[in-house]
């Protein structure tokens, strides 16, 4: 069940001058609420970030900073969350076409704040789920 889904701001840090100030697609589901009964999941909150087209800072250089705020304004567990970079597939004039990627991140958590990102394909039959559930939502 999708919970949330809009364009998500991060307004970076440093004070007045604002680095790494940018923006990303986020939607959140619930999987507990899909009809997929078969499907047993230990982190039942998904997040799906996105890159905006456009967008000069991609979510993949602040995917740990964007995880934390995310968790403290959305009240997640982080523990029971699973945090997916989706980049869908592109053909742009004057560049060579990318493929469709789904990748899971895994942080270490301390004292509230996401550090070390740790990327990893996703897998069946999660990718199937995230595909169905993104496909369900736009």
């Not at 597939?89 to 740790?118: C, I, M, N």
Request: aromatic share 8%; glycine share 6%.
């Amino acid at each position: 069940m999708l919970l949330h889904d809009s364009i998500y701001v991060w307004e970076g840090w440093e004070g007045k001058r604002l680095l790494g100030k940018g923006r990303c697609r986020m939607r959140i589901y619930d999987i507990k609420k899909t009809s997929n009964e078969k499907l047993s999941c230990l982190r039942p909150t998904v997040v799906v970030v996105t890159d905006i087209p456009g967008s000069e800072l991609k979510i993949r250089e602040y995917t740990d900073l964007v995880a934390t705020w995310a968790t403290k304004e959305f009240r997640i567990d982080p523990h029971r969350m699973l945090w997916i970079e989706y980049n869908p597939s592109k053909a742009e004039p004057l560049s060579p076409a990318t493929r469709e990627t789904y990748h899971a991140v895994d942080f270490s958590w301390s004292e509230g704040k996401a550090t070390q990102p740790k990327r990893r394909p996703l897998r069946q039959p999660m990718l199937d789920t995230i595909k169905k559930l993104l496909a369900d939502s736009g």
